[in-house]
C-alpha cells in the first residue's frame, strides 16, 4: 500500500513537471491556433479515449452530429464537415493515422492520439465542463450527472453503469470500455432525455467483443430484445450505436417511436435477423447501417419514404419473398449521398432493376459486394449495371464477370475521383477504355485480391492518367 501510494506521488510530481514544460505549452498553443469553437470542441471530445486507442473515424464523426458538435450548411451536410474537421486536425498534427494506414489523408479510417496530447486535452475538457475525469492516472472520464450531463461507461470503475435520479437529466451515455454490457429495460426507460447513447464499437478493430448481458431468471425484460424494449422512451435520442454488439437478434418495434432519430448504427450486429417490418415513421433518419449484419433477413419496408436519408449501409438483395425494397424505390430519396449495396448467395434481381441504380441522382459514393451470384445475376450485371453519373466514388466487391460492365467508361462518370475493385473475376482493366477517347479523371485507384487481372503499372497509368494514389494486387503481365 505505501508502496502504491509512493508511486502514485511520484507519477503526480512528473505529469506536474510536465503540465509546465515547454512541450505542453507548445501542444497548448497547437489548441490556442485552432479556429472556431466547433474544430476546438471536436478535438477535446478525444479526451475520453483511452490512452494509445485506435478510434475509427466513422464512429467519431457520427457521435459528433449526434452531440450537435458539427452541423450542417446550405452547402455541406454535418458528416462532410465533420470529415473536414477530422482532415483539420490530422494535418496539425493533432491526431495521427493509426500505424500501417496510408498517410493520404483521403484514405485515413482510423486515427491515434499522442499520450502528451491527451493529457493537455484533460485538462482542458474538465475545465470547460465537457466531461469529468479522474484525478489519478490514468485518468479516465467518470460521470458527473448533475456537472456535464455526459455519463461514461467506464469496465474498471465499481458502478459500470451510473444509477440514481439524475439519469433523466443525461444527454449522452459512451460506453468507452465495458464489453460486457449489463443493462436493464428500466434503466433505458429512465434516460428520457438522451440525445446520444454511444453503446456500441468505436474501436477499430473488428475483434473487439461487446455484448449485452442476459440474466439467467426468465421473466418480461430479460431478453436482449426485451431490454432493448426501453429505447422507446428516448423520444430525444439523436445518434444511437449498437455497433457490433452481440447477441442482439432482433430490434424491438419500439424503436419506431424514436422520432427524432439521425443516426441509427447496426453495423457488424452478428447476430441481427430482423429489423422493424416497416420503419417509415423514423422521418428525421440521416443514416442507417446494417452493414456487415451476416444474418439480416432482409431490408424493412418504408425506406423509400424516409425523405432526409444521406447515409444507407448495407441495402440487401436477397430472394424475392424477402426483398421487399427496390433499388428502383431508393430514386426517391433525393438526399441520399451515400449507398452500400450487398446481392447474397440468394438475390434475385428483376429485369432492368440494375438500370435503375442511374436514375438516384444524388448519390455521390456507391459501394457494391457480390455473394456467389447466380449465372442470371451475372448476365444482369455484366448487360443491365449502370451508375449515377455524378459519382465521385465506386467502389466495387466481389465483381462476378471477367469483362468490366459496359456502365463503367469514362464518359458515362466524368466525376469519379476514387475507384475501387476488390475481389471478384475480372480478367483486364482495358476495355475500360472509352470509344470516344474520353479520360479516366480517377485520381484514386485500389486494385486488391484480384489474381485473375493482367496489368502493369504502364498500362495503368496509360488508362488512368491523372492517378495520385494507386495500390495493386493482381497477376503480373507474363
Request: with cysteine; proline share 4%.
Amino acid at each position: 500500500m505505501e508502496m502504491h501510494a509512493e508511486i502514485q506521488i511520484h507519477r503526480e510530481d512528473a505529469e506536474d513537471i510536465f503540465d509546465r514544460s515547454d512541450a505542453m505549452a507548445n501542444i497548448r498553443r497547437s489548441y490556442g491556433d485552432l479556429q472556431g469553437t466547433e474544430l476546438k470542441v471536436c478535438l477535446l471530445s478525444l479526451s475520453i479515449f483511452p490512452e494509445n486507442s485506435v478510434i475509427r473515424k466513422r464512429p467519431l464523426i457520427y457521435w459528433w452530429i449526434g452531440e450537435g458538435f458539427v452541423t450542417s450548411t446550405q452547402e455541406k451536410t454535418a458528416e462532410e464537415i465533420g470529415e473536414a474537421i477530422f482532415g483539420k486536425l490530422m494535418r496539425k498534427d493533432l491526431i495521427q493515422p493509426d500505424s500501417g494506414e496510408s498517410n493520404c489523408e483521403l484514405l485515413v479510417k482510423n486515427c491515434t492520439m499522442h499520450p502528451w496530447i491527451r493529457r493537455m486535452l484533460i485538462s482542458l475538457a474538465r475545465k470547460a465542463r465537457l466531461f469529468n475525469f479522474d484525478s489519478r492516472w490514468p485518468m479516465m472520464p467518470s460521470y458527473s450527472m448533475s456537472a456535464c450531463r455526459r455519463a461514461c461507461l467506464i469496465s474498471d470503475k465499481e458502478d459500470r453503469i451510473p444509477q440514481g435520479n439524475g439519469l433523466d437529466t443525461l444527454l449522452t451515455v459512451f460506453n468507452v470500455n465495458i464489453q460486457y454490457l449489463n443493462l436493464k429495460q428500466e434503466w433505458l426507460e429512465k434516460l428520457k432525455r438522451v440525445e446520444v447513447l454511444q453503446l456500441g464499437r468505436w474501436q477499430s478493430s473488428p475483434k473487439y467483443h461487446i455484448e449485452i448481458e442476459v440474466e439467467q431468471r426468465r421473466f418480461v425484460g430479460s431478453s436482449v430484445e426485451g431490454i432493448l424494449i426501453g429505447l422507446g422512451a428516448q423520444k430525444h435520442l439523436k445518434y444511437l450505436s449498437l455497433r457490433g454488439i452481440s447477441r442482439i437478434i432482433r430490434l424491438p418495434d419500439s424503436i419506431l417511436h424514436l422520432f427524432s432519430l439521425e443516426i441509427l448504427d447496426l453495423r457488424a450486429c452478428h447476430d441481427l435477423e430482423r429489423l422493424p417490418s416497416d420503419i417509415s415513421s423514423l422521418k428525421r433518419l440521416t443514416h442507417l447501417d446494417v452493414s456487415d449484419c451476416y444474418f439480416l433477413e432482409g431490408m424493412p419496408n418504408g425506406i423509400q419514404k424516409l425523405a432526409s436519408l444521406q447515409v444507407l449501409k448495407g441495402f440487401l438483395i436477397g430472394s424475392v419473398e424477402k426483398t421487399t425494397s427496390k433499388l428502383g424505390d431508393l430514386a426517391k430519396l433525393k438526399k441520399l449521398r451515400r449507398l452500400s449495396i450487398h446481392m447474397g448467395n440468394e438475390a434475385v434481381v428483376q429485369s432492368g432493376e440494375l438500370k435503375k441504380l442511374k436514375h438516384i441522382s444524388s448519390l455521390r459514393h456507391l459501394k457494391i459486394s457480390w455473394g456467389a451470384v447466380s449465372d442470371d445475376l451475372k448476365a444482369s450485371v455484366s448487360k443491365e449495371l449502370l451508375f449515377p453519373t455524378d459519382l465521385e466514388k465506386l467502389d466495387l466487391q466481389g465483381i462476378p464477370i471477367e469483362v468490366v460492365p459496359e456502365g463503367l467508361k469514362p464518359h458515362n462518370l466524368k466525376k469519379l475521383k476514387k475507384l475501387y475493385i476488390r475481389g471478384g473475376n475480372l480478367l483486364s482493366l482495358y476495355h475500360m477504355h472509352d470509344k470516344n477517347n474520353e479520360q479516366w479523371k480517377v485520381e484514386i485507384l485500389r486494385l486488391k485480391f484480384l489474381t485473375e487481372l493482367t496489368s502493369d503499372e504502364e498500362k495503368l497509368k496509360e488508362i488512368f492518367p491523372l492517378l495520385k494514389y494507386w495500390t495493386m494486387d493482381t497477376k503480373p503481365k507474363s
